[in-house]
């Protein structure tokens, strides 16, 4: 069972989410929390993901350090294209539109809780029409794909893992981290991680 906290500035959203998800035997809905005392749920009660209705007040929150930005953090917003590379670059692992449906909020729940990236089809479009067409190439100048060690690297990053911690679960060095990285947004055509998770995604090397 996933233990599931809610955050949304409004009562009545926060009602909706908890009585759509308690509706599911697979979640146990925690808590809920406000704008106020964010901190203070999320520090009591330990849940396995946070959900959140992202509204301007809660925004405003997250970037003065109000609203803990966990490893699983499921985001509702109203305008999930234009803010998805800084919510991902962030710690988000889900985003989908204030719109979506209760299964695709389950979904998102779901994926979150097992490590997973996952983001609404038309978030996923988005982001990736934003990357230039030269730079969607799967193949290098040389020809050369992606090794198995920098698909592992790859899906790492998508996991939201920094240098060092890549390096740690691999038992390799910083630098040869940093080389793996260099030749995987090279190969992919890229400029940075973000773009480098999202085009894994299209090719199938990484899983939403």
Known sequence: MTRVLIGASSEVVRAGLASLLTADRMFQVVGTFSIDNALTRFEDLRPDVVLLDLDESMSAAMESGGVPVTSALVILTEDPENLAADLLSSGVR????????????????????????????????????????????????????????????????????????IASRLRISDHTVKFHISSIFAKLGVSSRTEAVIVGIRQGLVMV
Request: glycine share 6%; no cysteine.
């Open 94 to 165: 889900a985003i989908l539109p204030r719109d979506a449906t209760p299964e695709e909020i389950v979904a998102a729940i779901q994926a979150a809780a097992t490590g997973l990236v996952a983001l609404h089809p038309d978030v996923f479009d988005s982001m990736l029409s934003r990357i230039r067409p030269g730079q969607q190439s799967e193949l290098d100048p040389s020809g050369q794909i992606l090794t198995p060690r920098e698909i592992e690297v790859l899906r790492m990053i998508a996991e939201g893992l920094g240098n060092k911690e």
